[in-house]
């Protein structure tokens, strides 16, 4: 067990909703601290960084051009073992999957509008946290 801080992006499919004040107000309900908060528009460079990892898969140049189809909220978590506390709370990557209760459950049914980003290992936190928050965190 270990404190944590992790990134999670509401994505433009939640900011356009307007369901990213309900998302945020999970978190918070659960304990996690905010450390940091920004609603900015994530360039092509960015999101090709961003999602790095998938750069072979097919579906790539969907993923590209969905994460920057409009705003997002980047949120920095920070509580205990939050990386994985917040995936529990995301739910599965795909909608259909994603058990009630969860924020994909609750909110969304298509994979490629899935609502929220969150960081899978302390390794992509790190780097995902610095990629949003350049400046560090409050
Ligand atoms: P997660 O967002 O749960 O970490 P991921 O990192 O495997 O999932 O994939 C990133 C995003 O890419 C995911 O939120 C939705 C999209 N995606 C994943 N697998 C996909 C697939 N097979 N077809 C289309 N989009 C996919
Ligand atoms: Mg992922």
Known sequence: MANERTLVLVKPDGVRRGISGEI??????????????RLLKISRATAQKHYGEHKERPFFGELVDFITSGPVLALALEGESAIAAVRTMMGATNPVNAVPGTIRGDY?????????HGSDSKESAKRELALFFPDGLV
């Open 24 to 37: 945020v107000a999970r978190f918070e309900q659960r304990g996690f601290k905010l450390r940091g908060a």
């Open 108 to 116: 969304a049914l298509l994979m490629g509008e899935n609502i929220v």
